[in-house]
């Protein structure tokens, strides 16, 4: 599976939208970016995936350049409830072989 | 909404001694996954399980840990003669096809 590169920490304002970057220029046409997130030692919880088109649900937008070389997850309003590790992860979109494996993500604060 | 849970939240143990961490996984789900993470440290994969069978496992899963799918629902761990450092969060995952996986809020494992 690709890796991926993630700054290991960002700010964002209450109620603006946090953007966060990834790096995966090594992901190949099978490999889907997952993105997770891990608040204070809780599981880990899924956000949104996609493969190379946008993608949007009810906590986040993902776009994928067209290049599929990186990607940026949107929280379109951020809460302090969104302060949480984030984790862009590449992996193949099904079957046995690959897994989830993740990196150091992003530590996102969210401040008042 | 569909859950994976694990029992217990916590377990605390003597060294040495044999530990069964708990999971059930989401219902339709074929694939199942244990991970752990260190306190301070990344969430870390350590065995996937399909078919019945080991998919793929980690380096940190050796001959002292194991799994089993022992009925229809349960999916466990276990860990034969614990050490000091196998204290850590256990994650416990599933997913239907083998790429989106779903965890669950782990066991916190304590060896004293």
């Known amino acids: 599976d690709a890796k991926t590169t993630q700054p290991t920490s960002m700010d964002c304002a209450e109620g603006r939208a946090a953007n966060l970057p990834c790096n995966h220029s090594t992901i190949s046409g099978n490999e889907y970016v997952y993105w997770y997130r891990q608040i204070h030692s809780q599981g880990p919880q899924y956000i949104i995936h996609g493969l190379k088109n946008n993608e949007t649900n009810e906590m986040a937008s993902l776009i994928i350049t067209e290049d599929r070389k990186s990607s940026t997850l949107i929280l379109p309003h951020a809460t302090l409830r969104d302060t949480a590790v984030y984790y862009c992860?590449?992996?193949?979109?099904?079957?046995?072989?690959?897994?989830?494996?993740f990196g150091k993500g992003t530590k996102l604060s969210v401040k008042p | 909404e569909p859950e994976v849970t694990q029992t217990p939240s916590h377990q605390v143990t003597q060294m040495g001694q044999e530990v069964i961490l708990r999971c059930v996984p989401i219902s339709n789900h074929l694939y199942f996954y244990w991970y752990r993470q260190i306190l301070g440290q990344k969430v870390e994969f350590l065995v996937s399980f399909y078919n019945n069978e080991i998919s793929e496992k980690s380096e940190i899963f050796d001959d002292q840990f194991s799994v089993e799918r022992p009925d229809g629902s349960n999916f466990t761990l276990k860990i034969r003669s614990t050490k000091l450092e196998d204290s850590a969060m256990y994650f416990c995952?599933?997913?239907?096809?083998?790429?989106?996986?779903?965890f669950g809020q782990g066991t916190r494992l304590t060896v004293v």
């Open positions: 992860i590449v992996r193949r979109g099904g079957g046995s072989q690959g897994n989830l494996i």
């Open positions: 995952a599933s997913s239907e096809q083998g790429g989106l996986a779903f």
